[in-house]
């Protein structure tokens, strides 16, 4: 399909490769000359210099032959606007990126089909993820009943040297191995797969067993008492307040002072102190320890990955770093990061779903691989309907990783028989997607 993407920063310029490197028609627009111009280096795609939201540059995009626009600069009222154009001169749907709440709340009227802030629900998953200390994926789906647990694969897994068909089960606990990361190449599970050391493990299961997942991935449960955030970006703030209004002690630490003013004033529940992340002396005057979860969320890596490293050094339980630029995510697993966060997945991910074809409810991206989880509907008239899972003789790349039928949410097994209108939870690399589409789309 054609899509335009109006903003070529972090986001939007992430989310157009994305789409590039899968074959859409990608349009990519930018105000910015300079930005322009680097995104036209880097894609196999129409790079635009102008303003989105303007009729003379949507036309020169082709907006009444495209599908979709995505319009994700760093200003709500532009991509409220590049939308209400876009929507009155053709285009099918519009996607804005939306940060201010108020601004949310007084769309009606107003021709934009989908508001998404990448930054909120990110804060929402790093809230999760702190309370589930040592994942570094807990995605949930089948209106909340299944988990996507992840997590690296300890010593302690019983699952280690173990071809997955022959791991004890227990009639109490159904759980399926989707897939495991291994030195940045995506294994898909299946029986005579041996799960390793250090693999980066996903897990399907009740949302019920998830302590009894996170065993399976070797990951013992820490006592978080207290939570560090390194920041006062927008998603730190967003994090805190969450953690706070949780019950967690939390403890905000920035150099900047007027911004540790701002954030004291707002979130009077929480500590906030100006000092150096980067400084040893300060996580010891803190007397960090096993009890402590240590959450970097300022806007630049080194920022955030060197107090992660300084904070496990000197006892922290667990680390969960923002990561800006997406190659460092493979270089930091087994060396003082527990978990990375990025809210361009985040953004990709709330996005996907609507250039995925079928009935989609939503998608789930990981830092480390480029395959997605998806749910989706098996429609009356699909290909898949009628016929078990090992009837269907799924693709390489491809996995069936969960079930919702009616009120009731399953792992299915091969004997499983899809009918209409399940939702299925299906873990998918980028070849293999055109099968899903093609086998519960009508």
Not at 38 to 57: S, Y
Not at 284 to 291: A, R, S, V, W
């Amino acid at each position: 399909m054609r899509i335009v993407v109006v903003g070529a920063g972090a986001v939007g310029g992430y989310i157009a490769e994305r789409l590039s490197l899968e074959g859409q028609d990608v349009v990519v627009i930018d105000i910015d000359p300079l930005r322009a111009a680097e995104i036209r280096d880097r894609l196999d795609a129409l790079v635009i210099t102008g303003n989105g939201a303007g009729a003379a540059t949507l036309e020169q995009a082709g907006i009444g032959q495209a599908e979709l626009l995505l319009a994700v600069t760093a200003s709500d009222g532009a991509n409220i606007l590049a939308c209400h154009t876009a929507k009155r001169m053709g285009v099918q749907r519009t996607v804005a990126r939306v940060q201010d709440p108020d601004l949310r709340d007084g769309l009606d009227g107003i021709d934009v089909d989908v508001v998404i802030d990448p930054v909120e629900a990110a804060a929402e998953e790093i809230a999760a993820l702190v309370v589930e200390s040592g994942l570094s994926e807990l995605i949930e789906f089948g209106e909340g009943q299944l988990a996507l647990v992840g997590g690296t694969v300890t010593a302690a897994s019983p699952l280690v040297g173990v071809t997955l068909k022959d791991v004890p089960r227990n009639e109490s606990f159904s759980w399926l191995a989707i897939a495991s990361v291994r030195n940045g190449s995506t294994i898909v599970a299946h029986g005579d797969t041996t799960v390793l050391e250090g693999d980066h493990l996903l897990l399907m299961v009740k949302s019920k067993n998830v302590d009894r997942a996170k065993s399976m991935i070797g990951i013992h449960d820490r006592d978080i008492r207290r939570v560090l955030i390194i920041g006062t970006t927008r998603v730190a703030r967003l994090t805190t307040d969450r953690l706070v209004r949780s019950g967690m002690e939390v403890v905000v630490i920035d150099p900047d002072e007027a911004r540790c003013g701002a954030v004291a004033e707002e979130i009077p529940s929480a500590l906030v102190i100006a000092a150096d992340p980067t400084d040893p002396t300060v996580f010891g005057e803190l007397e960090t320890n096993l009890h402590d979860s240590v959450v970097a969320l300022t806007g630049v890596d080194s920022m955030n990955l060197i107090p992660c490293l300084v904070a496990k050094a000197m006892g922290a339980a667990t680390t969960i770093s923002r990561v800006m630029r997406m190659s460092y995510v493979g270089l930091l697993a087994g060396i003082g990061v527990d978990t990375t966060v990025s809210t361009r997945l985040t953004a990709a991910a709330s996005i996907l779903r609507f250039v995925r074809r079928g009935t989609v409810y939503s998608v789930a991206t990981f830092s480390d691989t480029n395959a997605e989880v998806i749910e989706l509907e098996a429609v009356p008239g699909a290909r898949a309907v009628g016929h078990s899972l090992l009837e269907l003789t799924l693709p390489h790349g491809m996995v069936i990783g969960g079930m919702l039928r009616g009120d009731i949410a399953f792992v299915p097994s091969g004997a499983t028989t899809i009918e209409e209108h399940d939702h299925l939870i299906i873990f998918a690399i980028p070849d293999a997607m055109a099968a899903v589409e093609s086998m519960f789309s009508a």
